[in-house]
């Protein structure tokens, strides 16, 4: 549970707060149960910007003060003294004013919008609203440019597989607009789910391996038989759809595919991880019957901490100062975790 303050803002001016509330979602960076929230009690529509500050880390719970901004001056809210402002140079184009309104009116230009977008999550690493259409919902995505071309990410992916990846309906650097990927996340993959995604992915994985077509971490795993291809860097089950859709590709980069299945085994409970192992050697037996998946698999579990470190570690580099709180300490904990696999 948090409890929510938030600093509310029109055009970049502070105009008051909002009576402190709490919501049931722990998460920071899901912001609609806060928006909506704001949104009936003020009588107008709210965005948030970004995160100013937290009593607690780990991106869940505690007191967690947000920039709001308001389309209008909302009636209700209290003078809580002076708070500034003031932009900084790596603060993302949504979490500045007038930012959210722009990536929907973006939106609005490739489809029909026919309800109330809604903000559902906003922070240093993207910004996701679902809008209705009548034909169904449609999600229109914001990432930072340290992240990668999630277009061109997509195409890649869909040039092989076009049921892997979703619908790609419209796109422009640091955006993109995306069909709804049907069924429900899967955090807790059964075997039928697994044999369903994993060897699809190592399908796609096999026909695009050769030169990098995307950046190169520089983690290195021995071959034993596979090639570097393309890696969807963080290829947990929570960003696999039930219907058989692979979401969230800025993490993507090029590399050894254990890499991919090292972070998977991470993710998942340990009776599931044996299913999770055998879909994956056998599939990259099927396509390279000399290779030696399994011995590849072992070397890249403590090659994919190091990735993490890497990546939280570009993560903290990248972003402003108030908000390095979702990622402080997890490039230390990463390199623990990889140099447990020593001991």
Not at 206 to 229: C, E, H, K, S, Y
Request: proline share 9%; with cysteine; glycine share 10%.
């Amino acid at each position: 549970m948090r409890e929510i303050r938030a600093l509310v803002t029109v055009g970049g001016r502070y105009v008051g707060e909002a009576e402190p509330f709490t919501v049931d979602s722990p998460w920071w960076s899901d912001v609609r149960p806060v928006t909506e929230h704001l949104d009936r009690v003020l009588g107008v529509t709210t965005s948030v910007l970004r995160l100013v500050g937290t009593t607690s880390g780990g991106a869940r719970d505690g007191v967690v003060t947000y920039q709001v901004e308001a389309d209008r001056v909302p009636d209700g809210l209290s003078s809580t003294g002076r708070h500034e402002f003031p932009d900084h140079p790596l603060r993302l184009p949504w979490a500045r004013p007038g930012g959210p309104a722009e990536l929907v009116e973006w939106a609005r230009r490739h489809v029909d919008v026919t309800g109330s977008p809604v903000q559902v999550k906003t922070w240093n690493l993207s910004c996701l609203y679902r809008l209705p259409t009548a034909s169904g919902a449609v999600w229109a995505k914001a990432t930072p440019p340290f992240m990668a071309d999630e277009a061109a990410v997509i195409r890649l992916v869909a040039s092989v597989d076009p049921s892997l990846a979703p619908e790609l309906i419209a796109s422009e650097p640091g955006r993109v607009l995306l069909g709804e990927a049907s069924g429900v996340d899967c955090w807790q993959p059964d075997d039928e789910v697994i044999e369903r995604i994993v060897p699809r992915w190592v399908g796609v994985q096999a026909a695009v391996a050769g030169a990098p077509r995307l950046r190169v971490r520089g983690v290195p795993v021995p071959g034993f038989g596979l090639p570097d291809t393309v890696l969807h860097g963080d290829f947990h089950p929570g960003n696999w759809r039930s219907g058989g859709v692979v979401l969230d590709w800025g993490d993507a980069h090029w590399g050894h595919p254990a890499l991919d299945a090292a972070r998977l085994i991470g993710f998942v409970a340990p009776e599931v991880r044996p299913a999770v192992e055998r879909a994956w050697v056998d599939a990259w037996l099927s396509h390279y019957p000399s290779s030696d998946p399994a011995s590849a698999l072992r070397h890249a579990r403590p090659a994919s901490h190091l990735v993490g470190a890497l990546v939280y570690q570009e993560f903290l580099d990248n972003i402003e100062p108030s908000e390095r709180v979702y990622h402080l300490g997890d490039p230390e904990a990463e390199l623990a975790r990889a140099q447990a696999f020593a001991v």
